[in-house]
């Protein structure tokens, strides 16, 4: 049997701590993969994209996921698809998820650990965290960030005024006109966005700061310019997929400019910092394996609390 599982299903057995702490213990272990995961992106005949992300797996799950999902940027929602969790014995599909929450929740939850990672003790600078970008996207990143940190002073700016104050109220934060405001004010900065130029050059920064980038995942999306990327230290969930398919590819950089990826550091074999004035960045596109340890963790919530229609597709 196959259990399908919707948004509403995903959103009663997935916990933001829980989440966490698999995708960390994820970018540990996901050097001893055996088989490297794929992204493949085409474009379409239709105003948006078809990606697909190959194989999912982790050592110690018997399991794997392939997804499928289209990105339509003027529809609401944007993305959607689906998730296909298959058993690693046989092949049979255990699990059909909405792949636009478990998305949401990997992207935004592993980019709130990096930034807590990469970012480390704040010291002397403002506890503010600056949000470009007020979507849904931004949401789970800001829900992660609660559990692994606290700050004073959240700052909001969106291409939509409303939006970003809608945000702000929500969160406690101030709405401000500009990117260049956000970077101004705020000591960690989070992009979320479907920019296709830059928000941020490097004239705008400031020594020690953090920038968290999630909105060049495909080609000519951009969030930070050329400059901000070759200058900061750089850090990347994958450097071949970064400098093939995101912030690298778009920038027209290589990939030596990345100066390490989150699994090294977070295993300990790379520093996230060389010293306190360092301006670091983090700018994934995003793994399978990732869609698996959420995915893996909905499945087994949803089997032992009975959450889900099962079907036999085989019928």
Not at 271 to 277: E, F, I, L, Q, S
Request: net charge negative; hydrophobic share 45%; charged share 20%.
């Amino acid at each position: 049997m196959t259990r399908i599982l919707t948004r509403t299903d995903l959103l009663h057995v997935l916990d933001p701590r829980a989440c966490i702490q698999a995708l960390r213990e994820g970018f540990s272990a996901s050097a001893a993969n055996a088989v490297p995961g794929q992204r493949v992106r085409t474009d379409l005949p239709f105003p948006g994209t078809a990606t697909a992300l190959l194989p999912g797996l982790l050592p110690g799950i018997n399991a794997y996921t392939v997804k499928a999902n289209a990105k339509f940027p003027a529809a609401s929602p944007a993305l959607r698809g689906v998730i296909c969790l298959h058993s690693g014995t046989d092949g049979e599909l255990l699990a059909l998820l909405d792949s636009a929450t478990i998305t949401a929740w990997r992207t935004g939850l592993a980019a709130a650990l990096a930034t807590d990672v990469i970012a480390g003790p704040t010291g002397n600078m403002p506890r503010t965290v600056g949000v470009i970008g007020a979507g849904a996207q931004a949401e789970l990143t800001l829900r992660g960030l609660r559990e692994l940190r606290d700050w004073d002073d959240l700052v909001v700016h969106d291409a939509d005024p409303q939006r970003a104050a809608a945000f702000a109220d929500r969160h406690g934060g101030t709405a401000v006109s500009t990117p260049a405001q956000v970077a101004a004010e705020a000591s960690i900065v989070v992009l979320a966005t479907w920019s296709r130029r830059p928000l941020l050059h490097l004239e705008e920064l400031r020594p020690g700061q953090h920038l968290t980038s999630l909105g060049a995942d495909e080609p000519g999306k951009q969030e930070l310019s050329p400059e901000v990327l070759a200058s900061t230290r750089l850090i990347v969930d994958d450097v071949a997929l970064v400098a093939a398919h995101g912030a690298l590819a778009n920038a027209g950089l290589p990939a030596s400019t990345a100066a390490a990826s989150l699994s090294e550091i977070i295993r300990g074999e790379a520093p996230a910092r060389t010293h306190d004035a360092e301006i670091t960045a983090y700018t994934p596109v995003g793994l399978p394996w990732q869609d698996l340890a959420l995915t893996w963790l909905a499945y087994q919530q949803a089997e032992a609390q009975k959450i889900g229609a099962t079907l036999d597709l085989l019928s």
